[in-house]
């Protein structure tokens, strides 16, 4: 059980991770650096859109994009304000919720072995854990887990413990059990009864993990690498655990939203990803996400049946949600499938056309512009638009 410290501190992580949809006041900071790239002068308008998201505030931008012409990366910005570098492409950064995906695909591989159904109830798996204060795991499908309708409270967004500030800052480097996350979550009633409509929940994804765990009797990390990081050669990817560094290659990531400081904000950089886990932990670098969603959409990850059951899909606003991953459609009418992840300075996108034959990652290191995705999705037009 969660202590009044730990909940306490854990709700002021929940500032930095919970996913807003505010765009602030933004004000330029700095210059854009030139894009690279040997379709550069194809990718003439994503460049742009870079360089003005870097003028509206953003510290730094990478988009590596893969096409029909091959391969271009760009940058734009400032990766450390302190040696001025900027971006490289090789970069290692967290991906926030786009480990989901990752977690999703897990949980549908053992549905393909036939150890499970994604319509087994969580009582099945995990009986007695959703328990308390109207939560019941017999009344939630492993399915709901993952399309985000489960209705169950997210532990990272209590109200009452709720906190916008400096004091977040200590709590960075505290670990945290899977066993104190859920006990925050159960002691909330429901946002919404099962099935009813789309609540977007890390405590969905907190469960899916500990699935994973029962049925296979292996931690979730080491799943994760044994089921995709190693078979796809995913160099630049890890599961951190409770380490607070990143790889090398690596810039800084910085906070203005949750400390409410001014540009470029607060280096947050290093802290301890452990309340994230599978809702959000894992490190990856532009070309191993590209290469991940090219292999999961090309089938190589996943038998159709499960891969057509991942990409049915649920309205939720203008986009709509699958199991683990998003359907965006673009200014210019390109729909595409991924996912998107933010939390302490930074955001990150990757997108892919269904055939798979256009795909971006982009990056920033700030949780400031990213706040809304407005500059995130005017890079994706950018991209995927640039001929129209």
Same mark, same amino acid.
């Given at each position: 059980m969660?202590?009044g410290r730990s909940?306490?501190?854990?709700a002021?992580?929940a500032a930095a991770?919970v996913?807003?949809?505010?765009l602030?006041p933004?004000?330029?900071?700095a210059a854009?650096?030139?894009?690279? !790239?040997?379709s ?8 742009a859109?870079?360089?003005?998201a870097? @003028?509206d505030?953003?510290?730094g931008v990478?988009v590596?994009a ?5 391969r ?6 400032i990766?450390d304000r302190d040696?001025k570098?900027p971006?490289?492409p090789?970069? =290692?950064?967290?991906? &926030?919720?786009?480990?989901k995906?990752?977690?999703?695909t ?6 393909a072995e036939?150890?499970?159904s994604?319509?087994?109830t969580v009582?099945?798996?995990l009986? &007695?854990?959703?328990?308390g204060h &109207?939560n019941?795991g017999r009344r939630?499908t492993?399915?709901?887990? /993952?399309? =985000?309708?489960?209705g169950l409270?997210?532990y990272?967004n209590? #109200?009452a413990?709720?906190?916008i500030?400096?004091?977040w800052?200590? =709590?960075l480097h505290e670990?945290w ?5 859920l006990a925050?979550a159960m ?6 009864? #099962?099935?009813e ?5 890390n405590?969905?994804y907190?469960?899916?993990?500990l699935i994973?765990e ?5 931690s979730?990390e080491?799943e994760l ?6 078979p796809?050669r /995913?160099?630049g ?9 990143l #790889?090398h290659?690596s !810039?800084r990531?910085?906070?203005?939203a949750?400390?409410q400081? #001014?540009?470029?904000g607060?280096d947050v ?9 599978a809702?959000g932990?894992?490190?990856s670098t532009?070309?191993?996400?590209n290469?991940?969603?090219s292999?999961?959409?090309d !089938?190589r /990850?996943?038998?159709?049946?499960q891969l @057509?059951?991942?990409t ?12 683990g991953?998003?359907?965006m459609t673009?200014?210019?009418g390109t729909e595409?499938? !991924? ?17 798979t034959r256009?795909?971006?990652? /982009? ?5 400031h512009l ?11 037009d950018?991209?995927?638009?640039? =001929?129209s």
């Amino acid at each position: 059980m969660a202590t009044g410290r730990s909940r306490a501190a854990l709700a002021s992580l929940a500032a930095a991770l919970v996913t807003a949809f505010l765009l602030l006041p933004v004000s330029p900071s700095a210059a854009a650096a030139p894009a690279g !790239g040997a379709s550069g002068q194809e990718h003439a308008r994503t460049r742009a859109a870079m360089e003005r998201a870097v @003028r509206d505030g953003a510290p730094g931008v990478l988009v590596t994009a893969a096409d029909g012409e091959g391969r271009w990366a760009g940058t734009a910005g400032i990766a450390d304000r302190d040696t001025k570098r900027p971006p490289h492409p090789a970069d =290692h950064f967290r991906i &926030g919720s786009i480990t989901k995906t990752f977690t999703a695909t897990l949980v549908l591989q053992l549905e393909a072995e036939g150890r499970l159904s994604i319509d087994d109830t969580v009582e099945t798996w995990l009986p &007695g854990v959703v328990r308390g204060h &109207g939560n019941d795991g017999r009344r939630i499908t492993v399915r709901q887990l /993952l399309n =985000h309708t489960s209705g169950l409270y997210n532990y990272l967004n209590d #109200p009452a413990l709720h906190q916008i500030g400096p004091i977040w800052l200590k =709590h960075l480097h505290e670990t945290w059990t899977p066993e104190e996350l859920l006990a925050v979550a159960m002691s909330k009633r429901p946002s919404a009864a #099962p099935g009813e409509r789309f609540v977007y929940s890390n405590t969905n994804y907190l469960l899916a993990a500990l699935i994973v765990e029962k049925i296979t009797g292996h931690s979730y990390e080491h799943e994760l690498h044994r089921r995709i990081i190693t078979p796809l050669r /995913l160099r630049g990817t890890s599961s951190p655990g409770t380490r607070e560094t990143l #790889p090398h290659p690596s !810039g800084r990531a910085y906070s203005t939203a949750q400390i409410q400081a #001014p540009l470029p904000g607060v280096d947050v950089t290093e802290f301890n990803p452990s309340p994230l886990r599978a809702s959000g932990e894992i490190i990856s670098t532009a070309d191993d996400l590209n290469h991940f969603y090219s292999a999961l959409l090309d !089938g190589r /990850l996943l038998p159709q049946a499960q891969l @057509r059951e991942m990409t049915t899909t649920i309205s939720v606003g203008a986009d709509a949600y699958g199991l683990g991953l998003f359907r965006m459609t673009t200014s210019c009418g390109t729909e595409l499938w !991924g996912q998107r992840g933010g939390g302490y300075g930074f955001e990150a996108l990757t997108v892919s056309t269904r055939d798979t034959r256009h795909r971006m990652t /982009l990056y920033f290191n700030t949780d400031h512009l990213a706040l809304q995705g407005a500059a995130a999705r005017g890079i994706a037009d950018a991209e995927f638009c640039q =001929h129209s």
